[in-house]
């Protein structure tokens, strides 16, 4: 067996392999399937300060290859995350990572800064993807300047390994990645959903109720691939890759392409197990190669 573990900060992981926030609820769900300690790392659910109810039906179309999603962040606030689900969480045997969301530079400190007192949350990931509803409703993530901005806010109330989470809907992804790097980032990951449509024709109406929605899956993989080999020239921090893996393959492609480890979403609606099972095919890639460590295919691309 070679060395499968990774450092992402000051997190260690047994391997490279995570789980996209969003897709794999709170780990436990999938408890039935797997041995869910497997894996590297799980980043649960989007939370934000206060409640909030999603958007409404119908928030998930189907798309060649790929689904588009406008669930919208439902989840019961910070508050019933600390009370209700860390209890039953904590011991789970790998690193339980919070996606945090927010709306207002203030609700991502004070969520942020309530995790941080969370003594088996060893990180949160930074949804920077957001609105940002005191300007005029655009993201955080799509400006240098926003994406710095609540970066920087963020670090100084959160002091364990800070991932922030970017968004592909931009023009160029590094300047962003960049920007969230001065802002004291430890890791950047990416990519986020792509922003996309999906029309019923015979109603003449948008499939979605919010007519545009996030897109993922395997079709959104050659986008990620590029904008992850991108941002990984240009930061010195680590990077997680994601967007379309759905299989060991993909995983070594992107860890090849700089990504120092992976996440996976999509593809745990279509098999449970897959996270394992692309644990046991990086193994299998290195073992066949003979690399002793995943850590030496890291950036190994050669162009
Ligand atoms: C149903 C669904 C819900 C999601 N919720 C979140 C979320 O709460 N926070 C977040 O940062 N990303 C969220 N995402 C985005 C995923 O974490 C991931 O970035 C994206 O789906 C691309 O990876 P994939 O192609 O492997 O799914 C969600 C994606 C899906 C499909």
């Given at each position: 067996?070679?060395?499968?573990?990774?450092?992402?900060?000051?997190?260690?992981?047994?391997?490279?392999?995570?789980?996209?926030?969003?897709?794999?609820?709170?780990?436990?769900?999938?408890?039935?399937?797997?041995?869910?300690?497997?894996?590297?790392?799980?980043?649960?659910?989007?939370t934000t300060l206060?409640?909030?109810?999603?958007?409404?039906?119908?928030?998930?179309?189907?798309?060649?290859?790929?689904?588009?999603?406008?669930?919208?962040?439902?989840?019961?606030?910070v508050?019933?995350?600390?009370?209700?689900?860390?209890?039953?969480?904590?011991?789970?045997?790998?690193?339980?990572?919070v996606n945090v969301s927010g709306?207002a530079i203030e609700d991502y400190m004070e969520t942020a800064a309530i995790i941080n007192?969370?003594?088996?949350?060893?990180a949160i990931e930074l949804n920077i993807?957001c609105?940002?509803?005191?300007?005029?409703?655009?993201?955080f993530g799509?400006?240098?300047?926003g994406a710095e901005e609540v970066v920087k806010a963020v670090r100084s109330v959160y002091k364990k390994t800070l991932i922030v989470k970017?968004?592909?809907?931009?023009?160029?992804?590094?300047?962003?990645?960049?920007a969230a790097e001065n802002g004291g980032a430890d890791s950047v990951?990416?990519?986020?959903?792509?922003?996309?449509?999906?029309?019923?024709?015979?109603?003449?109406?948008?499939?979605?109720?919010?007519?545009?929605?996030?897109?993922?899956?395997?079709?959104?993989?050659?986008?990620?691939?590029?904008?992850?080999?991108?941002?990984?020239?240009?930061?010195?921090?680590?990077?997680?890759?994601?967007?379309?893996?759905?299989?060991?393959?993909?995983?070594?492609?992107?860890?090849?392409?700089?990504?120092?480890?992976?996440?996976?979403?999509?593809?745990?609606?279509?098999?449970?197990?897959?996270?394992?099972?692309?644990?046991?095919?990086?193994?299998?890639?290195?073992?066949?190669?003979?690399?002793?460590?995943?850590?030496?295919?890291?950036?190994?691309?050669?162009?």
């Amino acid at each position: 067996m070679a060395d499968l573990n990774v450092n992402i900060g000051e997190l260690h992981m047994k391997n490279p392999v995570m789980t996209a926030s969003g897709t794999f609820g709170y780990g436990e769900e999938f408890a039935d399937f797997i041995d869910i300690s497997r894996i590297g790392g799980i980043i649960v659910k989007g939370t934000t300060l206060h409640k909030r109810e999603g958007n409404p039906y119908p928030r998930m179309a189907e798309t060649p290859s790929g689904m588009l999603n406008a669930v919208g962040l439902q989840n019961k606030g910070v508050h019933h995350f600390v009370e209700h689900i860390y209890p039953r969480i904590k011991n789970i045997k790998t690193n339980m990572i919070v996606n945090v969301s927010g709306s207002a530079i203030e609700d991502y400190m004070e969520t942020a800064a309530i995790i941080n007192e969370l003594v088996n949350i060893p990180a949160i990931e930074l949804n920077i993807s957001c609105p940002n509803v005191k300007q005029g409703g655009m993201a955080f993530g799509v400006t240098a300047k926003g994406a710095e901005e609540v970066v920087k806010a963020v670090r100084s109330v959160y002091k364990k390994t800070l991932i922030v989470k970017l968004s592909p809907n931009v023009t160029d992804i590094t300047e962003i990645a960049r920007a969230a790097e001065n802002g004291g980032a430890d890791s950047v990951s990416l990519i986020n959903t792509l922003l996309g449509m999906a029309v019923d024709a015979e109603r003449r109406r948008p499939i979605l109720s919010t007519v545009t929605g996030g897109m993922s899956g395997a079709a959104v993989k050659p986008i990620a691939l590029r904008m992850v080999w991108q941002v990984a020239k240009a930061v010195k921090i680590p990077v997680i890759g994601l967007g379309g893996i759905m299989n060991w393959k993909d995983a070594v492609e992107f860890m090849l392409a700089g990504a120092s480890a992976i996440q996976i979403g999509t593809a745990n609606f279509i098999d449970p197990a897959i996270t394992v099972k692309v644990a046991e095919g990086i193994d299998d890639y290195l073992n066949r190669h003979g690399y002793k460590s995943v850590k030496e295919i890291i950036g190994a691309l050669e162009v």
